[in-house]
């Protein structure tokens, strides 16, 4: 009974696993085989991930009960044959991943029962039909990194059925229509990198499927629709590099699924919205090279699933909260090229998962450089160049063993730079303007530069001890101006009566004035001028 049921494993060109369980290889070559044309029965037809060339068979457009027709990852080239066009019940049409060219086919639009058409990654240029959706019900269309061109055809939309759209990498203009608001169960939309102008439709609220929107790369003008807080399940919202104005929106605060906003190299302005840090979901926040300004919320403590924070190349102000060590989950932390003052928070030193850039170049931070950051075992590139930092480059980044890349320059460094092979491997321009670092990879030596330190130390410290002695003098000076004029202004007083009685009976009578005792008897103290001397210069010392 099990010969008979593993029977085929004895078929020529067929080499069954252990036990007879599986057919592990299938080799059909050499056997005369042609095409599938005459399998009238045949319904589901996979071909997909082999290494088939040349053209499509025409003959595979002659099996009309064919439902799904899958000849994706080949090497398939030249256009779709319009022999296809007899497929009627085709529900699956999938020829992705080939070197197809050509256009698409106005019979495509003709299936009444296409749900599934996918043709991305190929070279199939023209426009998308403009029947295509108008009479099936479509539910997936991907047609991916082509070279199309024109508008999205309303059709597609027309039925509502639309549930997966993904046209980027092409060379489409227009509007998103108006109409994409029809589909209420569409869940993901991706038209990045085209040609697209306008804004985008306030329909848009109206798909509460809504998961992935992806329009980066385009022309888009006008503010981002609040409307897109209506979109529930939105995870993915992606504006970049467009020509977005205005500020965002604070009702994107309630997207609870939102994962990442990405809204990078617009026009856009105002303040970072506290409301968009409590979506306790977002692992990633992209606001670079933007306009915006005021300060980063404290409320970024919420945000404990941020991985990517990414805020460079705006007008931002204020010091960096210390409430971004409870972030510990980052990977990526980007704040150059904003006006951020005070000190770099040691708390950044918690974040052990920052593994990709942490980048605070160009601002004005000052103070020392953390010795915390050295616990960042993961870290791959710091960059702290263009700020007012000083100090020491701290020790601990020996332990940063991960280090490749490292930028110091432009800053109030001191000192010797640690001699640990990620960090003398740099560039020596990564330490450029500063002028107290000494040692590898830059050419002051560290020796010198400490002998010039003594040297300078030394006319200091000899500058002082004129000064003192000067100070003193100045002292001893006034002191004995003080005590002394007083007696010699009384002394002369007492001459001149003197002179009058000597006048009188001829006797001379003066008395004498020691100087000595009269500074112990009125500064209470004998003062020994070198004794001032060598106490101010110890002092200095």
Request: with cysteine; hydrophobic share 40%.
């Amino acid at each position: 009974m099990i010969e008979s049921i593993f029977s085929y494993c004895s078929w020529p060109g067929i080499a069954c696993g252990s036990n007879n369980s599986m057919v592990e290889k299938l080799d059909l070559s050499r056997r005369g085989l042609q095409a599938f044309g005459n399998l009238s029965e045949l319904e589901f037809l996979d071909l997909s991930s082999n290494k088939f060339g040349s053209s499509i068979p025409t003959e595979l457009g002659r099996p009309r009960n064919l439902r799904s027709l899958n000849l994706s990852n080949n090497w398939l080239t030249g256009a779709i044959p319009d022999e296809l066009e007899g497929l009627k019940k085709l529900q699956h049409f999938q020829i992705f991943t080939n070197r197809l060219s050509g256009s698409i086919p106005i019979w495509v639009g003709n299936l009444t029962n296409l749900r599934v058409f996918t043709a991305y990654e190929n070279e199939l240029g023209g426009e998308i039909p403009d029947n295509l959706g108008s009479v099936s019900e479509l539910e997936l269309l991907n047609l991916h990194s082509n070279q199309l061109e024109g508008l999205i055809p309303e059709s597609i939309f027309a039925l509502g059925k639309l549930q997966v759209l993904v046209l980027i990498e092409n060379k489409l203009s227009g509007n998103l229509p108006e109409i994409v608001g029809n589909c209420k169960g569409l869940s993901s939309i991706r038209i990045g990198n085209n040609e697209f102008i306008g804004s985008i439709p306030k329909a848009i609220g109206n798909l509460s499927s809504l998961t992935y929107f992806e329009a980066d790369n385009n022309y888009l003008s006008g503010e981002i629709v609040p409307e897109f807080a209506q979109c529930s399940n939105l995870s993915l919202l992606n504006l970049a590099s467009n020509g977005f104005t205005g500020t965002i929106p604070p009702e994107l605060g309630q997207l609870a699924n939102l994962q990442e906003l990405i809204v990078s190299g617009n026009g856009l302005f105002g303040e970072i919205p506290a409301s968009i840090l409590r979506c306790r979901n977002l692992s990633k926040l992209d606001l670079r090279n933007n306009r915006f300004n005021g300060t980063i919320p404290a409320d970024i403590y919420n945000t404990s699933r941020l991985q990517y924070l990414l805020l460079g190349q705006n007008s931002i102000r204020g010091e960096i909260p210390h409430e971004i060590g409870n972030c510990l989950k980052l990977l990526e932390l980007q704040m150059g090229s904003n006006y951020l003052i005070g000190s770099i928070p040691p708390e950044i030193g918690h974040i052990k998962n920052l593994q990709i850039p942490l980048k605070l170049s160009f601002n004005h931070l000052h103070g020392p450089l953390p010795h915390e950051l050295g616990r960042l075992d993961k870290l791959v590139s710091l960059d702290v160049s263009n700020n007012h930092l000083s100090g020491d480059i701290p020790s601990t980044f020996k332990g940063v063993l991960s280090l490749i890349e490292v930028n110091f320059s432009n800053n109030l460094f001191t000192g010797p730079i640690p001699t640990f092979v990620p960090i003398q491997n740099s560039p020596n321009s990564s330490f450029w303007g500063n002028k107290g670092l000494c040692g590898e990879p830059l050419i002051a030596s560290c020796v010198n530069a400490k002998g010039a330190d003594s040297k300078n130390y030394h006319h200091r410290v000899s500058y002082r001890i004129i000064l003192a002695i000067i100070a003193s003098g100045l002292v001893v000076f006034v002191s004995v101006t003080v005590v002394v004029l007083p007696f010699m202004m009384r002394e002369r007083r007492e001459k001149s009566a003197k002179a009058a009685e000597i006048t009188d009976d001829g006797t001379d009578n003066r008395p004498m004035i020691i100087t000595g005792n009269v500074f112990v008897e009125n500064l209470r103290q004998a003062i020994d001028f070198d004794a001032v001397v060598k106490a101010n210069t110890e002092g200095i010392k």
